[in-house]
């Protein structure tokens, strides 16, 4: 399943900046059971606006990994919450269907 939500930084607040706290809490919640990445873009024509997509074995993978959300990442999440406005878009599961270019392996 993919957990995506759309972060919007505030005026003068850069996003190498959110992407630096992104990697680290990113890698502490990599190491939860189920956990299969995280990705995040920035929007064309606006990079004050970054699409964040983490990826999950299940949702009840990643609901855990919530409940369970050790200190050192809450403390990440909340550092970030004076610059950032962070809106959910959803939450996905996998595709049923996929259409890949010829050649294109995953």
Known sequence: MHY???VH???????????AAWVRASRLIQQS???QGTRLH????????????ATWESKA????????QAQRIADIIESQSDFVAVHLVGEFEA????????????
């Open 61 to 68: 993978a990643r609901d855990a990994m919530e409940e369970a």
């Open 33 to 35: 059971a189920g956990a």
């Open 42 to 53: 920035r929007k064309i024509g606006d990079p004050s606006v970054l699409l964040a997509i």
């Open 9 to 19: 930084l505030k005026e003068g607040y850069r996003p190498e900046q959110y992407a």
């Open 4 to 6: 995506i939500f759309e």
């Open 95 to 106: 595709p049923e269907w996929e259409v890949l270019p010829p050649g294109y392996e995953e």
